[in-house]
């Protein structure tokens, strides 16, 4: 059975950082790409950042830019986002999923959703 868990969510200040972690099992992470996606309060769900099946290239929101960076482990069968200088809008439940052709930011490109993981910045 296909499955991701996003885990590292939590409550941190302005500023903060926090690192989620994506944990998969039951497919070959190295055959997907994977992707991070948040939906906050009232808003649409929207693209984060996502990596390539190799790690060779990875691609990014302009909001994150700068703050955020998205890495993998396929031995681990884990991928992270590792988020710095956090802000309020950063607030959001953070999804990871898996596409088996490509790198996107749309979320039609995915196969195979996590549950999330809440993210609140608040002080």
């Known amino acids: 059975q296909l499955q991701l868990v996003e885990s590292g969510g939590g409550l941190v200040q302005p500023g903060g950082s926090l690192r989620l972690s994506c944990a998969t099992s039951g497919f070959t992470l190295s055959d997907y790409a994977i992707g991070w996606f948040r939906q906050a309060p009232g808003k649409e769900r929207e693209g984060v950042s996502c990596i390539e099946s190799s790690g060779s290239s990875a691609n990014y929101a302009d909001s994150v830019k700068g703050r955020f960076t998205i890495s993998r482990d396929n031995a681990k069968n884990t991928v992270y986002l590792q988020m710095i200088s956090l802000k309020p809008e950063d607030t959001a439940v953070y999804y990871c999923?898996?596409?088996?052709?490509?790198?996107?930011?749309?979320?039609?490109?995915?196969?195979?959703w996590g549950q999330g993981t809440q993210v609140t910045v608040s002080s």
């Open positions: 999923a898996a596409a088996k052709y490509y790198c996107s930011l749309k979320e039609y490109a995915y196969d195979y």
